[in-house]
């Protein structure tokens, strides 16, 4: 009696079927992006660079506590009021001579900021702040200096520096990209962004 030959599996036709999911797999899979805060780091110092002195007025202090609660420049503030608050200082124009603001529209208040050149936001977190909290401090701060960057870019250039940079980052826009890249650089300069992070606190 002859001996029946098991069927033989078709490899071919499942290596076309894994491919096919695959396929599949990769056009119907959406692929999460991390986002994060945008800053641009400063450079690195040599060793033998003396550290410039910087006056306290030129401080604006920001400490987040583990109970999320803003003090700034020692007073407990509501977030709300956070942005105005950074508006004030940056935008003091209190220096005079050299250190002196000409486009500044601030009280030119002699203890707070010379110029906004010297104006440095310093921020303190807790390591328990809440990471929402974090965000919402950060938000404010970075419109502080979008407000003052706004105003500028509009008396300048007729144009907010927001949709500024928004225009230089569209691939499709149609304008004069060397240009505007100049005019943001200036805004940038006049209002620089210095915004200085110091290591959480337990």
């Given at each position: 009696m002859a001996r029946r030959s098991s069927p033989e599996i078709n490899a071919g036709s499942m290596a076309d079927i894994a491919f096919l999911l695959l396929i599949f797999f990769l056009v119907t899979t959406t692929m999460e992006t991390d986002r994060g805060i945008s800053r641009?780091?400063?450079?690195?110092?040599?060793?033998?660079?003396?550290?410039?002195?910087?006056?306290?007025?030129?401080?604006?202090?920001?400490?987040v506590s583990r109970d999320n609660q803003l003090l700034v420049?020692?007073?407990?503030?509501?977030?709300k009021d956070?942005?105005?608050?950074?508006?004030?200082?940056?935008?003091?124009?209190?220096g005079v001579g050299e250190?002196?603001?000409?486009?500044?529209?601030?009280?030119?208040d002699p203890q707070s900021s010379d110029n906004p050149e010297k104006a440095i936001i310093s921020l303190v977190n807790d390591r328990k702040t809440e990471y929402r909290t974090y965000i919402s401090?950060?938000?404010?701060?970075?419109?502080?200096?979008n407000v003052l960057r706004n105003r500028e870019a509009q008396r300048l250039f007729n144009m907010e520096f927001t949709q500024m940079e928004k225009n230089?980052?569209?691939?499709?826009?149609?304008?004069?990209?060397?240009?505007?890249?100049?005019?943001?650089?200036?805004?940038?300069?006049?209002?620089?962004?210095k915004l200085s992070e110091a290591e959480p606190k337990n």
């Open positions: 641009k780091l400063p450079p690195m110092q040599d060793e033998d660079v003396v550290p410039p002195v910087i006056k306290q007025k030129n401080i604006f202090t920001v400490i420049e020692d007073q407990l503030m509501e977030l956070l942005r105005q608050a950074a508006v004030d200082f940056l935008d003091n124009g209190g250190d002196a603001c000409d486009f500044c529209q601030g009280a030119k401090v950060q938000n404010e701060l970075v419109a502080a200096y230089y980052n569209d691939v499709n826009w149609r304008g004069n990209k060397e240009q505007l890249k100049e005019r943001i650089e200036q805004i940038k300069t006049m209002y620089p962004q």
